[in-house]
């Protein structure tokens, strides 16, 4: 023990800084966020213990809490693969040698950088506004857009076309992947006389897997927690119609706009372990399709 | 780095750190100051921040001993921080409050009742008795009302001459309303319409309740609703005539406005439409906001109907539980509505003074929209309601829930029928919750 005290020590006391704030801003919140998920606490006053109600409400009597997870499901089921497919097409087409193609992936990566700010949102909310940049485009050819922003049958596509434009830095981890593949393989499959679509699907697709894989859980949770964006867009408050009503927004909400910071609690709770869930998900069912260069006998 | 160097480079900062604690231990100050900081909150507008920044440093200038150090929002976000200082312990000192809400915060201990310091910091005998009984909930003082209000409509006076038409601006009706705003339509550019759309306004909702005979809306225990929903589709159905007949936006355009307070999105601002739905104390800030000059009327009446309109405090400026100093939290707050100097800077950017000295000197120099607003006010005298009790916990989640679901009216979604179910369910759920 003295001896490991001794060899250790050190690295432990510069450990400290982030120790202690692992242990008072991460793990400290969480639990009493998760005490407070068994209580009313209406924030002015010391919480009360109400065991299982909060969720008795959420699950059995609060039709918000459903609109909540349909609009975040929604969300997360079309700006996931929307993000990754874009983001693997500008790889590829910059994976082809393009002179200064450092400067085209600073600028594919700029969305990335500006897409979770307050300022991004905003100029979102302008171009799709009833008057904005996008509907003045369409007139040009005698299209009326709709009220992309007001209208609920559209305004969740703004955000995720928001989403997929950030596809930043999932690009630029499929490029490092593309550069990894060896040409050999390439070239050996264009001696059998195999076709552009032939090679995508034999050799890149499959040794991207890992990369894909890593670049769709992060993505998976960053979707699920979204909330700048739709904060600025939706007046704070997931209009219109609650079609914007993320789970993060409505969380925020429940909690300081109604006071009703045990119940938020909750949400958080239930929003953490849906996230779990679809990682765990996510990982059992990699062994079927993502298969490391170590795997191989 | 040698490691000789290194010794003595942390040898010297260790000097240094210490002989900094020592020098603050004899006492002597950091940074020169020995003040007591007062913090004061409000929700604004760019007019209104401007003022009250103002009035600051005249304070300041007053009191050497105080620094009072000002924190401004819109009004949706400042409740929002308000709930975020109120659980991390740091309200600031002074904070603005509304009568629509106050009795909430109230309730649940936020802030301080006023009665330890009336005639000590705090003079009461020159504020009109309607200001001091609407700043007294359960039976203390809470609040100084900084300025008495009531609702108006804000309207473009070219606009509406250039449509020919003319309104009483006291005793009009829907009817005219909606003769006035068609007339605009048709008479101004493709593009610009008669009058905004209450639809999804609850405080517009209300006054029409009131017209109808609901003049109270929340049972005794704040559980319940006077009234039901027909009484909302009434509503719906007499703005949903006013868009038929071309006087409105389409529904859709107004949609996309439901619940938003900022002055700069109102239609009489962005000069979408001539007539927009506002309080007495925002003329000034709208009139900030526009080249062509507005004009005030009441709100329109319901033909046969009964007032709907209350005059009421603007806003309070209340003592929170958060104070570091109440001594000097309550000078300020005192000052703020007393203070000849920053009053006149505040003018009636927050409604009407409740101190008849303070109207008086307001009087000669008034602005021209002020002197709107101070005709509007004396104007409506014998045409409003009496002021109704304070609303339940959960009236401004309810507020949000009415400017929500009826959108589906203003977008055509769902039947008046199943909309008004709707939102009544949701609102008597929310009341049973709090």
Known sequence: MRKFLAKNAPGYIFLTPWLIGFFVLAIGPILISFYLSFTKYDIASPPKFTGLDNFDYMLFWDDRFWQSLKVTFAFVFLSVPGTLIFALAVAMALDKGIRAIGIYRALFYLPSILGGSIAVAILWRQLFSNNGVVNSFLALFGIQGP??????????????????????????????????????????????????????????????????????????????????????????????????????????????SYFRMGYASALAWVLLLIIAAFTAVAFASSRYWVHYESDRG | MSKIKRRTFMSRAAAAAGASVAA????????????????????????????????????????????????????????????????????????????????????????????????KTIQIDDIDESGLSAGTFNGELYGLTIGANTMATVFNKRLVEASGETFDT???????????????????????????????????????????????????????????????????????????????????DSAGLAGQADLTVQGVVTG????????????????????????????????????????????????????????????????????????AVLGMERGIPEVSAVRQMLAPTMSAAEATTVEYFDSIQGHVAPLAPPNPAGAREIEEAFERIAVNILLDRQSMEDTANEFMREARGILRRA
């Open chain 2, 24 to 119: 603050s231990s004899l006492g002597l100050p950091a940074f020169g100051q020995d003040k007591v900081r007062i913090r004061h909150g409000w929700w604004g507008n760019p007019e209104r921040d401007r003022r009250t920044f103002e009035v600051i440093d005249i304070f300041n200038g007053k009191h050497p001993d105080i620094e009072v150090v000002g924190e401004t929002l819109g009004f949706n976000d400042y409740f929002t921080r308000l709930a975020t200082q109120i659980a991390g312990g740091n309200m600031p000192d002074c904070i603005q409050q509304g009568y629509g809400v106050m009795q909430e915060y109230v309730d649940r201990g936020t802030m301080i009742p006023l009665t330890d310091y009336i005639g």
């Open chain 2, 272 to 343: 979408q439409t001539a007539i927009t739905y506002a309080w007495s104390n925002q003329i000034v800030g709208i009139q900030g906001l526009m080249q062509d000059t507005v004009g005030a009327a009441m709100r329109p009446h319901l033909a046969g109907g009964q007032p709907g309109q209350s005059v009421q405090p603007s806003q309070f400026i209340c003592l929170s539980r958060d104070t570091v100093d109440p001594e000097a939290a309550t000078t300020y707050m005192n000052a703020f509505v007393h203070d000849p100097d920053m009053t």
């Open chain 2, 170 to 252: 006291v005793t009009w009706t829907y009817d005219d309303l909606k003769r006035v705003a068609v007339a605009i339509t048709k008479s101004s550019p493709d593009g610009v319409y008669g009058t905004d759309d209450s639809t999804a306004d609850w405080g517009a909702f209300g006054v029409f309740a009131g017209q109808s005979g609901y003049a109270i809306q929340y049972t005794e225990d704040g559980k319940d609703f006077t009234f039901d929903t027909p009484l909302i589709i009434e509503f719906w159905n007499m703005w949903k005539d006013i868009r038929d007949a071309g006087g409105t936006p389409p529904g859709a």
């Open chain 1, 147 to 256: 009220y992309w922003l007001s209208d609920p049958n559209y305004s969740l596509y703004t955000l995720v076309v928001l989403a997929i434009w950030q596809f930043g830095s999932p690009m630029l981890i499929f490029l490092a992947g593309l550069r990894a593949i060896p040409t050999e393989l390439y070239e050996a499959a264009e001696i059998d006389a195999a076709g552009p679509v032939r090679k995508f699907f034999s050799i890149t697709l499959p040794l991207l897997a890992p990369v894909m894989f890593f670049n769709l859980v992060l993505q998976m949770i960053e979707a699920f927690k979204t909330f700048n964006s739709a904060f600025i867009i939706s007046d704070g408050r997931g209009n219109p119609l609650d079609s914007l009503l993320f789970f993060t927004l409505y969380l925020y909400n429940e909690a300081f």
